[in-house]
């Protein structure tokens, strides 16, 4: 029997969980992982234990699909490539990939002609390898001409870099990992960790048992919340209202970091004087609010402690999904400016990241308005919401989509399904026939993470080169777009993965220049953090921030009184008919369960999405099942389950299954900077069933 064992990185989220595949005869029986790994140490989560199951699933695309009615309305490539095509079901053909790619070259060269080349735009990327998505920038803006690329982390992190690039110049995590051992407090916000980042969570949970050094500030009380000292359940939509509370309570106790400052940073006494007039910033303010009296000392307390020690400071889409996720993002930064807690050992920021390269989509330019390694790009494109409003409006016909289910995971999907249904071509490339790949044209099966070579950038912006676990005869993601490429006329021209990192090395220098294949393989246990020359970074903004000046500044944003705490203030909140929802994630799926839903062992542990409500409501609930309703749609029914940890009038569920339709349910309501959705707070009415 042909048993190996062979170290990747782990397919799931950001955390970046450095693996060992068992494999017998191509097939993976066991993944683990080694106790000297640096990520995990030695330690995986449910996902990563179990959720490889995927990889040999018979609901894989193995062959590319050609829709049927896609053809009869192109009765010119019918008649060309038609001989090629076999019928795979009632509603489908399937083909080779020569011909597959034909057909979309084909396609795409008649679109771009006839409605220009800012009729095409490409979604996706954070699901593949840093050299897939560089190459699929560049298709995108080279080989097709249009602008109009991006990725998931509109829906996710993207007012992490818009907040922190504005304060700081850097939109990443500032610390590795292990920096949580050297920090003497901790405040984790709007995060889930233990469930949506459980191997962080690990670090963060040793370590407040040991020191008592942990301040959770959520909307409900999370499984992180049991080991925190300040456990500070907050209103919906009011952590721009904490952030500033703790700035102010720094201030006015002159608690700051005058010779940090002074030497650091520029604007502080005009930030200072915005805070000190500012009616809502000083916590007092929650003595007016029922319910959350408590917090005006809580958050004295917590902004205290955090100024007085060498802290840290984690976040998740608890902060960044809302309207004002930037700005917090830039509250959050502004406390580290202020208190000196950034570029030091056990001290600064960490923007929890979702997808497991989603940072690298990011750093390879896989955003409309930054080219790889966040340099300018000649023509600004469009953001994924302003590009569904094109499709809308006729002026986009066509979409390439790659890991993205943007049929699934985006807000309001009624209006994004209509706008998909305007476009003319929709071509993507995936592992299985996710909602959005069911509307495709042509979809493309390719190879998982565990079946290629490739570079992933986790939360912490270390490089981790993958090996394949097994053997696919499948395309990797950029090798189709290099055959759509020279297709179209391009000079895509590259034999191997590592010909497309040694570009990225050079266009991409100011993070890369020395991360070739061979140090990333040298280190592949370790992995290397960016930026890389001859050495790699763990920790930034050691003697300047990456401004053009050196110095952080701060950039202010008030609160705006609205939603919950408006409600309460105007003694309507606790008798009203309706609720504010929050979502998240469950431990034992992954997003939009395109892989996890595969493995029975993880599926059967969660196999439909539920509602949290507080057993304080439970009067208002007839059943065991109801819809949520909105404005903008309604959701499948789904089963109640009552907690403690609900706060009343407040709702919880996850997103995982489409089925449920959960993002029906949210409007275009989104960041005000960076338009990433208000998915962590909704009013809703509940319809009993």
Same mark, same amino acid.
């Given at each position: 029997?042909?048993?190996?064992?062979?170290?990747?990185?782990?397919?799931?989220?950001?955390?970046?969980?450095?693996?060992?595949?068992?494999?017998?005869?191509?097939?993976?029986?066991?993944?683990?992982?080694?106790?000297?790994?640096?990520?995990?140490?030695?330690?995986?989560?449910?996902?990563?234990?179990?959720?490889?199951?995927?990889?040999?699933?018979?609901?894989?695309?193995?062959?590319?699909?050609?829709?049927?009615?896609?053809?009869?309305?192109?009765?010119?490539?019918?008649?060309?490539?038609?001989?090629?095509?076999?019928?795979?079901?009632?509603?489908?053909?399937?083909?080779?990939?020569?011909?597959?790619?034909?057909?979309?070259?084909?396609?795409?060269?008649?679109?771009?002609?006839?409605?220009?080349?800012?009729?095409?735009?490409?979604?996706?990327?954070?699901?593949?390898?840093?050299?897939?998505?560089?190459?699929?920038?560049?298709?995108?803006?080279?080989?097709?001409?249009?602008?109009?690329?991006?990725?998931?982390?509109?829906?996710?992190?993207?007012?992490?870099?818009?907040?922190?690039?504005?304060?700081?110049?850097?939109?990443?995590?500032?610390?590795?990992?292990?920096?949580?051992?050297?920090?003497?407090?901790?405040?984790?916000?709007?995060?889930?960790?233990?469930?949506?980042?459980?191997?962080?969570?690990?670090?963060?949970?040793?370590?407040?048992?040991?020191?008592?050094?942990?301040?959770?500030?959520?909307?409900?009380?999370?499984?992180?919340?049991?080991?925190?000292?300040?456990?500070?359940?907050?209103?919906?939509?009011?952590?721009?209202?904490?952030?500033?509370?703790?700035?102010?309570?720094?201030?006015?106790?002159?608690?700051?970091?005058?010779?940090?400052?002074?030497?650091?940073?520029?604007?502080?006494?005009?930030?200072?004087?915005?805070?000190?007039?500012?009616?809502?910033?000083?916590?007092?303010?929650?003595?007016?609010?029922?319910?959350?009296?408590?917090?005006?000392?809580?958050?004295?307390?917590?902004?205290?402690?955090?100024?007085?020690?060498?802290?840290?400071?984690?976040?998740?889409?608890?902060?960044?999904?809302?309207?004002?996720?930037?700005?917090?993002?830039?509250?959050?930064?502004?406390?580290?400016?202020?208190?000196?807690?950034?570029?030091?050992?056990?001290?600064?920021?960490?923007?929890?990241?979702?997808?497991?390269?989603?940072?690298?989509?990011?750093?390879?330019?896989? @955003?409309?308005?930054?080219? &790889?390694?966040?340099?300018? /790009? +000649?023509?600004?494109?469009?953001?994924?919401? *302003?590009? !569904? =409003?094109?499709?809308?409006?006729?002026?986009?016909?066509?979409?390439?989509?790659?890991?993205?289910?943007?049929?699934?995971?985006?807000?309001?999907?009624?209006?994004?399904?209509?706008?998909?249904?305007?476009?003319?071509?929709?071509?993507?490339?995936?592992?299985?026939?996710?909602?959005?790949?069911?509307?495709?044209?042509?979809?493309?099966?390719?190879?998982?993470?565990?079946?290629?070579?490739?570079?992933?950038?986790?939360?912490?912006?270390? @490089?981790?080169?993958?090996? &394949?676990?097994?053997?696919? /005869? +499948?395309?990797?993601?950029?090798?189709?777009? *290099?055959? !759509? =490429?020279?297709?179209?006329?391009?000079?895509?021209?590259?034999?191997?993965?590592?010909?497309?990192?040694?570009?990225?090395?050079?266009?991409?220098?100011?993070?890369?220049?020395?991360?070739?294949?061979?140090?990333?393989?040298?280190?592949?246990?370790?992995?290397?953090?960016?930026?890389?020359?001859?050495?790699?970074?763990?920790?930034?903004?050691?003697?300047?921030?990456?401004?053009?000046?050196?110095?952080?500044?701060?950039?202010?944003?008030?609160?705006?009184?609205?939603?919950?705490?408006?409600?309460?203030?105007?003694?309507?909140?606790?008798?009203?008919?309706?609720?504010?929802?929050?979502?998240?994630?469950?431990?034992?799926?992954?997003?939009?369960?395109?892989?996890?839903?595969?493995?029975?062992?993880?599926?059967?542990?969660?196999?439909?999405?539920?509602?949290?409500?507080?057993?304080?409501?439970?009067?208002?609930?007839?059943?065991?099942?109801?819809?949520?309703?909105?404005?903008?749609?309604?959701?499948?029914?789904?089963?109640?389950?009552?907690?403690?940890?609900?706060?009343?009038?407040?709702?919880?569920?996850?997103?995982?299954?489409?089925?449920?339709?959960?993002?029906?349910?949210?409007?275009?309501?989104?960041?005000?900077?960076?338009?990433?959705?208000?998915?962590?707070?909704?009013?809703?009415?509940?319809?009993?069933?």
């Amino acid at each position: 029997m042909n048993k190996q064992e062979i170290e990747s990185v782990c397919t799931y989220c950001g955390v970046g969980c450095d693996i060992t595949g068992v494999v017998e005869n191509n097939k993976i029986t066991k993944i683990y992982a080694k106790k000297d790994g640096i990520v995990s140490q030695g330690n995986l989560c449910i996902k990563g234990r179990l959720g490889y199951d995927f990889v040999d699933s018979p609901n894989r695309i193995t062959q590319p699909r050609i829709k049927k009615s896609f053809m009869d309305k192109n009765p010119q490539l019918l008649a060309t490539f038609g001989e090629r095509l076999t019928s795979f079901d009632s509603h489908y053909y399937t083909c080779n990939l020569d011909t597959a790619t034909s057909i979309a070259a084909h396609k795409l060269q008649e679109i771009k002609t006839q409605y220009g080349s800012h009729s095409f735009c490409a979604i996706g990327g954070a699901r593949t390898n840093c050299e897939s998505a560089y190459l699929f920038q560049k298709f995108t803006r080279q080989t097709m001409g249009s602008p109009h690329v991006d990725n998931c982390a509109r829906v996710c992190h993207s007012p992490s870099l818009k907040g922190m690039r504005t304060t700081i110049g850097e939109g990443a995590a500032t610390n590795p990992y292990n920096d949580i051992y050297e920090c003497e407090f901790m405040i984790v916000m709007g995060s889930n960790t233990i469930e949506a980042h459980p191997i962080v969570a690990n670090r963060i949970v040793a370590m407040a048992n040991e020191h008592n050094n942990l301040a959770v500030i959520d909307v409900r009380h999370t499984k992180l919340a049991k080991f925190a000292k300040y456990n500070a359940i907050i209103p919906f939509e009011s952590n721009l209202l904490i952030l500033n509370m703790m700035a102010y309570v720094i201030i006015t106790q002159e608690l700051y970091d005058k010779s940090f400052i002074a030497s650091r940073s520029k604007g502080f006494e005009e930030f200072k004087a915005q805070i000190l007039s500012d009616p809502y910033a000083n916590p007092e303010f929650f003595a007016t609010i029922e319910g959350y009296e408590h917090l005006a000392s809580t958050v004295a307390n917590i902004a205290r402690e955090y100024a007085f020690k060498r802290s840290m400071i984690f976040w998740g889409l608890g902060i960044t999904e809302h309207l004002d996720g930037s700005y917090a993002v830039m509250a959050i930064t502004h406390l580290a400016i202020m208190t000196g807690n950034i570029g030091k050992i056990g001290a600064g920021l960490m923007p929890l990241r979702g997808q497991n390269n989603v940072q690298g989509a990011c750093d390879m330019g896989c @955003l409309p308005y930054y080219n &790889p390694d966040y340099q300018r /790009p +000649l023509e600004k494109g469009l953001m994924t919401p *302003q590009l !569904l =409003d094109a499709m809308m409006e006729g002026k986009i016909k066509a979409l390439l989509n790659m890991g993205e289910d943007i049929t699934h995971i985006h807000t309001n999907i009624n209006k994004v399904e209509k706008a998909i249904e305007n476009l003319e071509f929709i071509m993507t490339q995936e592992l299985f026939m996710t909602q959005i790949t069911q509307k495709a044209d042509i979809v493309i099966g390719v190879r998982s993470a565990y079946e290629k070579t490739g570079v992933y950038i986790n939360a912490m912006r270390r @490089l981790h080169l993958s090996q &394949p676990l097994v053997h696919s /005869p +499948l395309p990797d993601d950029w090798e189709v777009l *290099q055959m !759509l =490429d020279n297709k179209l006329g391009g000079d895509f021209n590259y034999a191997s993965s590592q010909e497309v990192w040694e570009e990225v090395t050079q266009v991409a220098s100011n993070r890369f220049s020395g991360a070739a294949y061979y140090r990333l393989e040298r280190h592949r246990k370790r992995g290397m953090q960016w930026p890389i020359y001859h050495e790699d970074t763990p920790i930034l903004h050691l003697l300047d921030f990456r401004t053009l000046d050196g110095l952080a500044r701060f950039s202010y944003h008030p609160y705006e009184l609205r939603g919950m705490v408006k409600e309460i203030l105007e003694g309507s909140f606790y008798t009203a008919n309706h609720y504010y929802l929050t979502t998240g994630r469950i431990l034992a799926h992954y997003n939009n369960t395109a892989q996890t839903k595969q493995s029975e062992k993880l599926n059967s542990k969660y196999p439909q999405d539920i509602v949290l409500a507080s057993y304080q409501d439970k009067e208002s609930f007839a059943g065991e099942w109801v819809i949520l309703k909105t404005q903008y749609g309604e959701t499948s029914p789904l089963k109640v389950e009552f907690s403690d940890n609900i706060k009343p009038k407040t709702l919880y569920t996850t997103f995982h299954h489409a089925a449920s339709r959960i993002n029906a349910i949210f409007g275009d309501e989104c960041d005000a900077l960076i338009l990433t959705p208000r998915f962590k707070s909704i009013r809703v009415e509940i319809v009993n069933l």
